[in-house]
């Protein structure tokens, strides 16, 4: 493990987190990712906390998308005439 | 200076019929503005259950206000959006009102609201097709690297640059982003997004009800239920 750090430190042109960096986002994310959360382990390998970032973030702005569906389905779909809709509309639109 | 960039951006979406439409609109944004304001202070007045209020609370409700301002000065009738342009609309403004909660202090709130200001101009179509292409390259690559893994089970030391790129690439504004404030971007965006997440939720959850007609004028009631449950 030590010894691919270190060819991966001589690497030029790859982005790279330094192991610091990657414990501070280790112990916040694993407050906020329930994947990371689960694993409890102090050892959570660089790439699995990226992979789960990364999926987490797809995730919620994924849910965001499907939001924006709803509330865009809705808004198209009340009846004209409804105190519903009189309602909904002065709030929202 | 932020909610006047909301507000310029959301008129920006109404195009050529944005003075003929706020003529048409003022009374309702007047007489809305009262509902909103009702009913945010009813939305924003905390539980009384708990003495503390949580911060990712603070964050909704900050959220909710600012969304809430721009889906008004932005959707308008019917006629005029498709069910797919208003998503667009409602998609963009959520966005921008994130980015405005955070006052544009970090590097993704600037990135948003930037993209914001530009929406609707032909050059954000190709750039959304080349970030959809860019995503699907993304996919496929990592299908590839986990089959090879798995046969090989080495490489990881190049999959943790790889995963880098991947994430500046999910981060607004990321491409510029060095790898120190990298993480605390990913950190600060990960809790707005799901403070968005949230407010979306509610407001939705709430619309719905009201669609059903289950929703009575106890605004506060219904309201506080869909954001406590």
């Given at each position: 493990?030590?010894?691919?750090?270190?060819?991966?430190s001589?690497?030029?042109?790859?982005?790279?987190?330094?192991?610091?960096?990657?414990?501070?986002?280790?112990?916040?994310?694993?407050?906020?990712?329930?994947?990371l959360?689960?694993?409890?382990?102090?050892?959570?390998?660089?790439?699995?906390?990226?992979?789960?970032?990364?999926?987490?973030?797809?995730?919620?702005?994924?849910?965001?998308?499907?939001?924006?569906?709803?509330?865009?389905e809705?808004?198209?779909?009340?009846?004209?005439?409804?105190e519903?809709?009189?309602?909904?509309?002065?709030?929202?639109? | 200076?932020?909610v006047?960039?909301?507000?310029?951006?959301?008129?920006?979406?109404?195009?050529?019929?944005?003075?003929?439409?706020l003529?048409?609109?003022?009374?309702?944004?007047?007489?809305?503005?009262f509902?909103?304001s009702?009913?945010?202070?009813?939305?924003?007045?905390?539980?009384?259950?708990g003495?503390?209020r949580?911060p990712?609370?603070?964050?909704?409700?900050?959220?909710?206000?600012?969304?809430?301002?721009?889906?008004?000065?932005?959707?308008?009738?019917?006629?005029?959006?498709?069910?797919?342009?208003?998503?667009?609309?409602?998609?963009?403004?959520?966005?921008?009102a994130?980015?405005?909660?955070?006052?544009?202090?970090?590097?993704?709130?600037?990135?948003?609201?930037?993209?914001?200001?530009?929406?609707?101009?032909?050059?954000?179509?190709?750039?959304?097709k080349?970030i959809?292409?860019?995503?699907?390259?993304?996919?496929?690559?990592?299908?590839?690297?986990?089959?090879?893994?798995?046969?090989?089970?080495?490489?990881?030391?190049?999959?943790?640059?790889?995963?880098?790129?991947?994430?500046?690439?999910?981060?607004?504004?990321?491409?510029?982003?060095?790898?120190?404030?990298?993480?605390?971007e990913?950190?600060?965006?990960?809790?707005?997004?799901?403070?968005?997440?949230?407010?979306m939720?509610?407001?939705?959850?709430?619309?719905?009800?009201?669609?059903?007609?289950?929703?009575?004028?106890?605004?506060?009631?219904?309201?506080?239920?869909?954001?406590?449950?």
């Amino acid at each position: 493990m030590s010894s691919s750090r270190r060819s991966r430190s001589r690497q030029s042109g790859v982005p790279r987190i330094t192991d610091d960096q990657l414990a501070h986002l280790v112990s916040k994310l694993q407050h906020l990712i329930p994947e990371l959360r689960r694993s409890r382990s102090d050892k959570v390998a660089a790439s699995k906390v990226l992979q789960e970032t990364c999926d987490y973030i797809r995730s919620l702005r994924r849910e965001v998308d499907d939001l924006s569906d709803r509330l865009s389905e809705l808004l198209a779909s009340t009846d004209m005439d409804s105190e519903q809709a009189a309602i909904m509309r002065s709030l929202l639109m | 200076m932020h909610v006047l960039a909301c507000a310029v951006l959301c008129l920006s979406l109404l195009g050529p019929h944005t003075p003929f439409l706020l003529t048409l609109l003022s009374p309702y944004i007047f007489i809305s503005s009262f509902f909103v304001s009702d009913s945010l202070s009813r939305i924003c007045s905390t539980s009384t259950k708990g003495s503390m209020r949580r911060p990712c609370d603070s964050l909704k409700r900050e959220f909710l206000k600012k969304w809430m301002t721009g889906l008004q000065s932005c959707s308008s009738s019917n006629k005029d959006m498709s069910i797919l342009e208003r998503k667009k609309a409602i998609k963009l403004s959520a966005d921008v009102a994130m980015a405005c909660a955070r006052n544009g202090a970090t590097c993704w709130s600037r990135a948003l609201i930037a993209a914001g200001a530009h929406s609707g101009h032909s050059n954000k179509r190709i750039r959304s097709k080349k970030i959809l292409k860019r995503s699907c390259r993304i996919r496929t690559r990592r299908k590839r690297r986990s089959k090879c893994a798995a046969q090989v089970g080495r490489a990881s030391w190049i999959s943790v640059g790889k995963r880098t790129r991947i994430l500046k690439s999910l981060i607004p504004g990321g491409e510029s982003m060095n790898e120190a404030s990298l993480v605390e971007e990913t950190l600060d965006y990960i809790t707005y997004l799901r403070a968005q997440v949230d407010g979306m939720r509610s407001l939705v959850d709430a619309s719905e009800l009201c669609r059903l007609g289950k929703w009575k004028w106890k605004l506060a009631g219904t309201v506080e239920a869909c954001m406590y449950k």
